[in-house]
């Protein structure tokens, strides 16, 4: 049996250990945001936060993760409201959709990172993720409003 938090949940998978944490997110978990992509780690379309480091659940074998924290695209804001997901949302990012859940579960965390990102950092980071409508352009810019929102409210707290 492994215990891990997803979501902030204590969640225990009773299965076989070697089963993809993707398949125990989506199929025992209910938690269906996290994409199968690929199932190679080749496109991103499963990222989702392992002990809050971006991750590709698709070769990620549950029974690794033992008191893991796991954060998945439904975990990432109990209202839709991360700095990222308002950034999509204000730009339009999002074409067919399906790569989107691993697309900002990766830029959210670049813009957890970084203080504020580059086109540098965003080309090494989010080519990590696929997107097959190529809607890298809003892709980029969403990461860099996201980015400025957060530092934008750094500031204000700090004040």
């Not at 991103?44 to 008191?67: K, M, N, R, Y």
């Not at 540098?120 to 969403?142: F, H, K, Q, W």
């Not at 860099?144 to 750094?154: E, L, R, V």
């Amino acid at each position: 049996m492994v215990k891990l938090v997803i979501n902030g949940e204590e969640r225990r998978f009773d299965g076989d250990q070697d089963t993809p944490l993707l398949w125990v997110l989506r199929d025992e978990m209910g938690l269906t945001g996290t994409k199968y992509g690929c199932g190679i780690a080749a496109c991103g379309a499963c990222t989702v936060h392992i002990d809050g480091a971006p991750s590709f659940a698709c070769v990620t074998p549950v029974g690794v993760l033992e008191g893991a924290e796991v954060t998945t695209i439904e975990g990432l804001s109990e209202k839709g409201d991360h700095p990222v997901q308002e950034a999509w949302r204000e730009l339009n990012v999002a074409q067919c959709g399906y790569c989107q859940a691993g697309q900002i579960m990766q830029a959210a965390a670049l813009v957890e990172q970084y203080d504020t990102v580059t086109d540098e950092d965003i080309d090494a980071v989010m080519s990590a993720n696929l997107c097959r409508c190529g809607t890298y352009p809003r892709i980029r810019a969403a990461v860099k409003q996201a980015s400025a929102a957060k530092s934008g409210s750094k500031a204000a707290e700090a004040q």
